[in-house]
């Protein structure tokens, strides 16, 4: 099964209001990432993250689903380190809000 587009767009914005974007890129193999490209901010950032945005980039353009996590989505996600089963999830047609409900759950054992 081929991966839902060429790329991840992925968009953070920061409680001050700066805005980061970075790109996941799919792998050969099925359910794989070939590569992370580094978070590009617009301006410098001291706080945390407001919220964070994908969509999934195809040959056309956007396909016109727009993911969006709140702040304790986004920090569950990052607590639990599970960020890359979350791109995996979204760029192979997975269950990304099942990812995000494991994330919260296992952050709140803690």
């Not at 991840?8 to 799919?26: E, N, R, W, Y």
């Not at 607590?79 to 494991?102: M, Q, R």
Request: with cysteine; proline share 5%; hydrophobic share 40%.
């Amino acid at each position: 099964m081929p991966p839902r587009g060429q790329r991840l767009a992925c968009m953070i914005k920061s409680m001050d209001g700066c805005q980061g974007t970075f790109d996941v890129h799919p792998g050969e193999a099925e359910k794989s990432i070939a590569k992370i490209d580094p978070v590009v901010w617009d301006k410098p950032t001291t706080k945390g993250i407001q919220e964070a945005m994908f969509t999934i980039i195809g040959d056309m353009g956007m396909t016109g689903q727009l993911i969006r996590l709140n702040s304790y989505q986004w920090q569950a996600v990052t607590e639990a380190k599970l960020e890359k089963f979350l791109y995996i999830s979204i760029l192979w047609s997975g269950n990304w809000f099942k990812v995000v409900e494991d994330a919260q759950m296992m952050t709140k054992k803690k």
